[in-house]
């Protein structure tokens, strides 16, 4: 039986027309792809919108606060559809009016720019609470020897809010890759959507579905040890807590 059960697993796994090798690991690249370039443009967003809020208008903190408030409240699921869909129709609209015709959104691109928004509104207040944990002692240094803005961010308030961020940051990047997998409501093939279409021909789920927890277990390790290694090197010189 288990000889059985690993010829028939080899066989689901093989690429050309037998198996279905292929189209997981296409798969496997599209969600890889979606998340480096949505966890990109999240903490892009995160880091405009931390140094927004600390230092912006009262206005922008007010537009700042809902976007966060949305972000984090709303289910991914939801957002993600409302974004797709909506998005779609008004970009659509838009376009219209100046006598274009209606465009049909890339779905790699739909993708990261849905999950970057979401990834943006917790990249936000994690990047916000690492620079408030700077010494204001060392920022006050930096102004006195005349630093400029960017080189006092460069040079004082990022390599010290890193240590305090990088936590927040990780849980961030595991939390897509996992969210990665609720774009195939929206019909993108990512290895959620290529396990589940392969499992529904090959009638196979238990093994598929397996195959696929392994994997996304790989990819959560191998980044876990990335940023662990990060950390260790952002903290040196830094005392250990016991």
């Known amino acids: 039986m288990i000889l059985a059960a690993a010829t028939s697993l080899t066989e689901l796994l093989s690429f050309g027309d037998k198996g279905y090798g292929d189209e997981l690991a296409w798969g496997v690249l599209n969600t890889i792809q979606i998340s480096i370039f949505g966890y990109a443009f999240g903490l892009a967003l995160g ?24 972000g984090r409240a709303v289910p991914e699921l939801v957002l993600i559809l409302l974004l797709y869909y909506a998005g779609t129709d008004s970009f659509n609209a838009l376009i219209g009016l ?13 993708a990261i720019f849905v999950l970057g928004l979401v990834q943006g509104a917790y990249s ?74 392969a499992a529904g021909v090959s009638k196979q789920y238990f093994l598929l579905y397996v195959v696929a927890q392994i994997i996304y277990l790989t990819i959560s390790n191998f980044s876990g040890f990335l940023f662990n290694r990060l950390e260790q090197r952002v903290r040196r010189g830094q005392p250990k807590l016991v």
């Open 47 to 70: 880091l405009l919108g931390a140094v927004g809020k600390l230092s912006g208008g009262k206005y922008l903190r007010y537009a700042l606060d809902f976007y966060t408030t949305i």
């Open 124 to 197: 936000t207040e994690v990047l916000r609470a690492a620079i408030q944990a700077v010494p204001i002692g060392q920022l006050e240094a930096a102004r006195a020897y005349g630093m400029t803005p960017w080189k006092m961010f460069s040079r004082v308030t990022l390599p010290a809010m890193l240590p305090n961020a990088i936590p927040g940051l990780a849980n961030l990047w595991l939390n897509i890759t996992k969210d990665s997998a609720l774009i195939s409501v929206v019909g993108f093939t990512e290895l959620a959507l290529a396990t589940r279409q």
């Open 98 to 110: 100046f006598g274009h015709d209606p465009v049909q959104v890339n779905g790699m691109v739909a």
